[in-house]
């Protein structure tokens, strides 16, 4: 379907789709008690339109991928069957971790063999790429960042280590990745944790989420200081990230490297079993291995950082911040930990030495 026949889904046409939809009518009510259906559009991300629907029976939700870049409108057309890749990509995970993503009830099969290759493209053009010269996509504080978004763009040696992770996330393929993994894609109760949102999964290198996540946090700390107010100086909380910064790598390194322990007498494509299979030379291979890894999740860390300051699609962590020259001071701030944490990322070996760096620049 071409752009121009696309119809965005309204409440209307949704009623109808789910009154022909079992596999979601089912979830939600008796047929007599369909056209009494809630309808919430929460859809705060900048791609698709998202409905909570609630019936007298429980709750759907309902994701449109819309043929261009909501966040933009139709000058910047964008696949729809990113929503292919979401949904196999759900699946394929509710697989291996069934209570920490949502379950999928139905999906619209737009295309079932394709590469995400737009999808891609789109994340090595405005993580990767625009951040780093002039793009009409770009936008920052202005005009209190427009020094330090010029200074992004004629940082040679910045240049050069974002093209050489650009290289990385084109050629690395580590394992499925979900390629969008921010905060934002994260929900959480006190007695759930569910990822969602895996339109952009592929097969690519491990520290790009690593590093999204752990780079939400770090702009989540940096914003912490424009929301002070006179009953929250907000330290506590800036500890915590950074606690959960550090909680995050360390538990992920302790759970990565047990199942690879776990899994040591597999068939050893990558290191034949003869030789790997000697003690000291494993643990000689892991370390080495979670040492890259270490700092690639430090480089795409800092890269997700930069283009959320001066890229196209920003975080409400600032953006929620009304003054814009305090706004600025905090962004500045993290623009700076950012890009002094890509050039220099292998100069560290824990998470709690990068850890501690904001805290003594905050
Ligand atoms: P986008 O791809 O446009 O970023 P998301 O899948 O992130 O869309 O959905 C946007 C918002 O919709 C989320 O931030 C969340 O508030 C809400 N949402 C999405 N999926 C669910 C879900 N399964 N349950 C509850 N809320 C959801
Ligand atoms: C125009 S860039 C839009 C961004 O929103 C998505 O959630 C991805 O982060 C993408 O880079
Ligand atoms: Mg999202
Ligand atoms: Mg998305």
Redesign the pocket.
Known sequence: MSSDEFRPLNENSLVEYIKATPALSSKLGDVSQLDNLQIKE???????F?F?VTGPSGSV?I?QALPYM?CIGESWPMTKERAYFEATALKEEARLCPNHV?EVYHFDRVAQFCGNVELCRLTEQVVFSDPYKVSEYNRWTSPYLDKDAEAVREDNILKLEVAQLKSTFCERAQALIHG?YHT??V?VTQDST?L??P?FAFYGPMGFDVGAFLGNLFLAYFSQDGHVDHENDRKTYKKWILRTVAETWNLFHEKFTALWDEHKDGPGEAYLPAIYNTPELQQLVKQKFMNDLFHDTLGFGAAKMIRRIVGVAHVEDFESIKDAGKRADCERRALDFAKMLLKERRKFQEITEADMVPEQRG
């Open positions: 929460v859809g705060d991300g900048n791609l698709n998202v909570i939700v994701k909501r949502p969008d934002g894609s929900m569910q969602i949102d339109e």
